[in-house]
């Protein structure tokens, strides 16, 4: 054996021992990180906000609909296959869209969004409205299912008019009709993972749950998965049967249902386990010591409520994660930490205000409506193209990727921030 051949097995066990210690090193920084978590939070001790090594998610099964089988851009044709009432009142109707080309469908992470464009007669201008309704089953089926709530008027302004394109969608469209539909989006959707789950869905809010919680258990995963579920009674209580079933056939999956104003024949333990809202406190009483990951998407008192008191309770900002209905900012302590320093005038020309952005909004479009601009929006996650607003002098960044691309000149505020000086006409 020559010199040089000797040396090069040398060199290779010294490189494959190097191997095997970095990997043992970092498995065991890993369960020592979770460890001290689960330590540290079951003594009321906020955990260390970050693991360094929190870049090594597991982001295997993401699918960007931009691309791939099935996918589209832009708008297209799909028939409802199937219209079928979800509650007692008959509030909820689920919608089956099937393509109406033929075609495949495009894949879809669990929480994401269909966009709608709706000719509706009688409304102004060219009666087209976009609107956006979370998918309410898991992906890998042969249609896709939204479920729509009737919205009424606001019963504290009854003389207002009932929600535009819910009612719409109840009222007009059946089974056999042809909606124009955009591709699967959004930024809210459950990480594929094995780390224990925790869906929290207030009212209609429950929708993207469903997706999350059927695409855990469709897959045959073993990963523990709780879904709290608010509503009002059991005339509201969607998907009833469905989601006793499911959690009857799977020892991992735990349900929790409140009811904040039960009827007089809802029985505790029965219909429902608890009787108020869900909040902090049911969550701490429930959950054993655990590392989760929190889903939370309802309407804003919910998100108020729980997604700080997920941070006293000292569960980490990456940990916790939201979608509201309507307007629903939530100032979180870690965009706070963010914003010292950052201060810009930003001028919304129509409305004739001009406010102070100092950084502690999420998007101007929540700095908007925090100010008393309207900004007609949508999806509120750079889907939909509802809110494209136009720049008069400025520049703005986005706090995430849009799936619509705005025009030249424009902005989408709902998944921006100003970079300086911003005058935007709205």
């Known amino acids: 054996m020559s010199p040089l051949t000797l040396f090069g097995y040398i ?13 043992l090193a970092i498995v065991r920084h890993m369960k020592a990180y979770q460890f001290l978590q689960r330590f540290l939070s079951g003594l009321g001790i906020r955990p260390p906000e970050e693991s360094p090594l929190d870049t090594l998610k597991d982001v295997s099964g993401f699918t960007d609909t931009g691309s791939g089988p099935g996918s589209w851009k832009g708008l297209r044709d799909f028939r409802v296959s199937s219209k079928v009432f979800e509650d007692k009142d008959k509030n909820i109707c689920s919608f089956c869209l099937s393509p109406f080309d033929g075609g495949a469908l495009a894949n879809y992470q669990p929480g994401q969004f269909l966009t709608f464009q709706l000719d509706i007669p009688g409304k102004g201008g060219d009666g087209s409205l976009v609107r956006c309704y979370s998918l309410s ?7 896709y299912r939204v479920s729509i709530k009737r919205v009424p008027p606001p019963t504290d302004r009854p003389e207002l008019p009932p929600g535009l394109s819910s009612n719409h969608f109840h009222d007009h469209i059946q089974k056999g009709d042809v909606l124009k539909v955009r591709a699967p989006s959004g930024h809210f959707f459950l990480e594929r993972g094995s780390s224990p789950v925790v869906l929290i869905g207030g009212g209609i809010g429950i929708t993207p749950m469903l997706s999350m919680l059927s695409d855990t258990l469709n897959n045959n995963s073993n990963r523990e998965i709780w879904l709290f579920y608010g509503v009002r009674n ?9 989601i006793e079933e499911l959690a009857k056939e799977h020892d991992n999956f735990h349900l929790r249902v409140c009811y904040s104003a039960p009827k007089q024949w809802d029985k505790k333990g029965v219909d429902y386990q608890h009787k108020g809202r869900v909040d902090i406190n049911l969550l701490r009483l429930s959950l054993p010591f655990r590392v989760y990951d929190f889903y939370i998407c309802g309407p804003r008192p919910m998100l108020e409520s729980i997604v700080p008191g997920l941070e006293d309770w000292g569960v980490p900002d990456q940990h916790i994660h939201y979608e509201a209905f309507g307007p629903a900012s939530i100032n979180r302590r870690a965009r706070k930490q963010e ?29 908007a409506e925090s100010n008393g601009v309207e900004i007609a929006s949508g999806c509120r996650a750079g889907g939909c193209g509802s809110c494209q607003t136009e720049i008069s002098e400025g520049e703005v960044a986005y706090t995430q990727s849009p799936d619509f691309d705005p025009e ?4 989408l505020p709902c998944v921006s921030r100003p970079k300086k000086n911003l005058v935007v006409e709205a």
Do not use: N, Y
Request: with cysteine; aromatic share 10%.
């Open 11 to 23: 060199f290779l066990g010294i490189l494959v021992q190097v191997v095997l210690f970095s990997a």
């Open 339 to 367: 914003a010292s320093g950052e201060e810009f005038t930003v001028t919304f020309a129509k409305s004739g205000v001009t406010a102070m952005w100092d950084g502690s909004e999420d998007t101007l479009l929540d700095f």
């Open 234 to 242: 059991s005339a509201e209580h969607a998907m009833k049967r469905h």
């Open 408 to 411: 030249p000149g424009a902005c």
């Open 137 to 143: 089953d898991g992906p890998g089926g042969d249609s």
